[in-house]
């Protein structure tokens, strides 16, 4: 219900480059996995110092000085697959959450959850939209991705950051904390908006 919400009534200037058929073009950064051009990005030298502090202040900023670089990662991902790959960029949306945090930090970025939620928006929408519309849709996630990466200062994605001891704990878990938590309603505990004097156990 919130991505519909959203959907109905946010519109911005981000809107313009799925508009515009003008904006898509053939990038020289080809490639079919959403990962591996996340991990050019993180390497690219062109955004190097280009914000000093990371922030959702960033990112209209970026669109105004730096429009042309973001664009070329933008038209960069090839759609070849569109069910695979979209498996593929909710993989990727999963790793900049949680592997760009440093093994017993456990201080999970805002606004990097934000591209797992709308990840998970999409998946939810697609199955109600017309096809002609599918493409568009995920492309715009694809955009906001790169926006929230670059805005938040890249961050290093390491896959060694993603714990492989679980203690135990299955889908039966996670299930139980969604019906039983005490957070089950709150929207924002899984963007990991919560006090400080009562952070819930995970």
Not at 88 to 117: D, R
Not at 123 to 141: A, D, N, Y
Not at 174 to 194: I, Q
Request: with cysteine; aromatic share 12%.
């Amino acid at each position: 219900m919130e991505a519909l919400g959203l959907a109905s009534v946010q519109y911005n200037f981000l809107h313009k480059y799925t508009d515009d058929p003008s904006f898509t073009t053939k990038s020289p950064l080809n490639s079919t996995s959403p990962a591996e051009l996340l991990e050019k990005l993180a390497n690219d030298d062109h955004f190097k110092g280009i914000f000093e502090e990371p922030g959702f202040d960033n990112i209209e900023p970026l669109f105004q000085k730096h429009e042309s670089l973001v664009l070329e990662y933008w038209n960069a991902w090839e759609l070849a697959d569109p069910v695979k790959q979209f498996q593929e960029s909710q993989e990727a949306a999963v790793a900049l959450l949680v592997a760009t945090v440093p093994p017993g930090t456990h201080s999970y970025n805002f606004f990097l959850c934000h591209v797992l939620t709308t990840s998970h928006a999409v998946r939810i929408l697609l199955p109600f939209l017309p096809t002609k519309f599918h493409l568009s849709l995920v492309r715009q996630w694809w955009l906001l991705t790169l926006a929230v990466y670059i805005a938040e200062l890249r961050p290093k994605i390491d896959p060694d950051y993603i714990p492989t001891d679980l203690k135990g704990k299955g889908w039966k878990y996670v299930e139980h904390e969604v019906l039983t938590n005490e957070w089950r309603t709150d929207a924002h505990f899984v963007k990991g908006m919560f006090s400080v004097s009562t952070t819930p156990r995970v």
